[in-house]
């Protein structure tokens, strides 16, 4: 195998792995709306994928290390497969409460081995000092484009679908999405072959089932332990607040624009693919705004409060109907998506350079499940806040909180470069 080809095979795995989700993620809410679920209901399943998630996400990546990426991320396409068939043909809470831990199980394991199978391979060929940044760039590329794909395709999917055909539209793009994974489960398998590495022989699987808490732990201890990444990880969790906020209640404010929900899901596509335009423009400028605010602290400030802006905006055109509605939450989307990719990057720019080569993994997976516990926060209270108080309220509310989050700025303790970890 050579450097090129083992790109292209990372490249294929990175955007096969996105696309099942993207396929799922225009019809998910408006799909368990058309099943019955009411908006508690929809936020609480999407909570329980959230929760699972956080609590699988450090284990699975130890039990990556020991039985090798390969057989971990085809495991993980098969819960994708199985997650995705069983949401097709759900019709209770249960049942999609069930699909929401197979996705949660499926994200876990997902999470980092496909990279990590890139760095070794790309180890092994030229040695430790390989320059990763370009493939590990690409590789986050084709993810957005996976997305972005996905949700056109999944959006518009049931338009071309005659009611006679199917009893509901709305569950063929996660059946795309199952064939999807299963695809993914094939080239994992024939697409990535993988050395086997001593430390994998020499750990058993029992061990890092022992090590599990000790591992969490001192992920915990380091992301709070410090006042920058701790700053850093509640920074991250109101992102996640932002982001579940946002994607809880934005489908069915759309539906009920559109006038039916496969419409709905269409018109849900096209903001969303909006949104993942808005985050590859917020990536490609991070550097320009870094230096016209001035270093990656203000930078990061300027990002959050364009995205609270955004979502403020979606509070305040709540009540607009018809062609206007549907452009003023596009805009938003692509602002709010440009804003969190721009303080998102420059935060993990700002905790890579806080810890050492040894800490990295750990802590970077502690900001992820950060995210995730305040994505699992919001979908817990915004459904029901959102039945109460209407959609204004409550996405003034997420604005609130992500516009409070800039004070975690404030006055950041100094940025001391980490000493890299002898190789």
Request: glycine letters at 10%; aromatic letters at 4%.
């Amino acid at each position: 195998m050579t450097p090129r080809s083992a790109l292209r095979r990372y490249l294929l795995v990175s955007f096969l792995t996105w696309l099942p989700p993207g396929l799922m993620s225009a019809v998910m809410v408006l799909l368990m709306t058309d099943r019955g679920l009411s908006l508690a209901q929809i936020g609480f399943a999407v909570m329980v994928f959230s929760i699972v998630t956080i609590g699988l996400e450090l284990p699975t990546g130890g039990l990556a290390d020991v039985i090798g990426r390969r057989t971990v991320l085809a495991v993980s396409a098969a819960f994708t497969v199985a997650a995705l068939a069983l949401m097709a043909v759900s019709t209770t809470f249960w049942m999609f409460l069930a699909t929401g831990v197979l996705k949660g199980v499926a994200r876990a394991l997902s999470s980092g081995p496909a990279a990590a199978w890139y760095v070794d391979t790309l180890h092994d060929l030229e040695g430790p000092d390989a320059d990763l940044k370009p493939g590990l760039a690409r590789g986050g590329a084709m993810e957005s484009v996976a997305l972005l794909l996905g949700v056109l395709v999944g959006g518009f999917a049931p338009l071309a679908v005659p009611p006679a055909v199917m009893m509901t539209p709305l569950a063929l793009p996660p059946l795309l999405g199952a064939a999807a994974g299963l695809v993914l489960l094939v080239t994992v398998l024939f697409a990535l072959p993988e050395a086997a590495h001593p430390q994998r022989v020499e750990r058993s699987l029992g061990r890092v089932v022992r090590d599990v808490p000790a591992t969490v732990a001192e992920g915990v201890r380091l992301a709070a332990g410090g006042p920058l990444l701790r700053r850093l990880m509640l920074a991250a969790a109101a992102s996640g607040v932002a982001l579940a906020g946002v994607e809880l209640l934005t489908p069915g404010r759309l539906a009920a624009l559109a006038g039916t929900a496969e419409l709905g899901s269409t018109g849900y596509a096209v903001v969303a693919a909006l949104g993942f335009a808005g985050s590859a423009v917020g990536s490609t400028i991070v550097p320009r705004v870094a230096r016209a605010a001035g270093g990656s602290v203000r930078g990061a400030v300027a990002g959050v409060v364009l995205t609270a802006l955004a979502i403020a905006a979606l509070a305040a055109t709540a009540g607009l109907d018809g062609p206007a509605g549907f452009a003023a939450t596009g805009l938003a989307y692509v602002v709010m998506f440009a804003g969190l990719s721009v303080a998102g990057v420059l935060c993990s720019e700002m905790t890579h350079h806080a810890v050492t080569a040894a800490q990295r993994t750990t802590v970077t997976s502690t900001s992820s499940l950060s995210l995730q516990a305040g994505a699992a926060l919001a979908n817990t209270t915004f459904g029901t806040l959102a039945v109460q108080a209407g959609l204004s309220a409550t996405w003034a509310l997420a604005a609130g909180v992500v516009l409070a989050s800039a004070l975690l700025f404030v006055r950041m303790p100094a940025l001391r470069p980490a000493m890299r970890s002898p190789q």
